[in-house]
């Protein structure tokens, strides 16, 4: 009934380097505890440019804990204690003398005003932080190949169309 290319997304051919990103993502795909594991894709090149961020973080973290003053800090950490029961987050156990070897990804609250909001106060993460001139983690992840057509394309393929099927399929997984 309905196409990939309907939808606008056609096929690309992949290089020798897009081929052996996707055969190492596959490859490290395991099942542990009814959960799936897979090792984030790196440019290789720029992972190991990536430095420790550990004491920008920590100076950010100073700003989160500025919202005990305004009531706002357990509110905060009941998201975190939600997304770790949710299985989107888990607690590792790092020794303090390591803390300089790791790269970390700092966070900052976002506040909602709006009194229909069921959820006042969110976390945001912020993976393009970047320690002087080297990269960021977002610029050393593997991008991948670019998977949406063009938007233009896309929006005159809504406006021209009478029927469009949407869904949200975050509950599906």
Sequence with gaps: MFSVESLGIKEQELSNYDEQKIALFRQSISFKNNKYYVQLPWEDDKISCVPSNHAVALRILEHVQRLEKRQLYYEYLKVFHQQERDGIIE?????????????????????????????????????????GDSPSLNEATYQGMNLTCDLLDLLLTFRANKHVVLADIKKAF
């Design 91 to 131: 607690e590792i156990f790092v020794p303090p003398q390591w803390f300089g070897e790791f790269v970390w990804i700092p966070h900052r609250p976002v506040l909602k005003s709006d009194p229909t909001s069921t959820t006042k106060i969110r976390p945001v993460f912020n993976c393009s932080l970047k320690v």
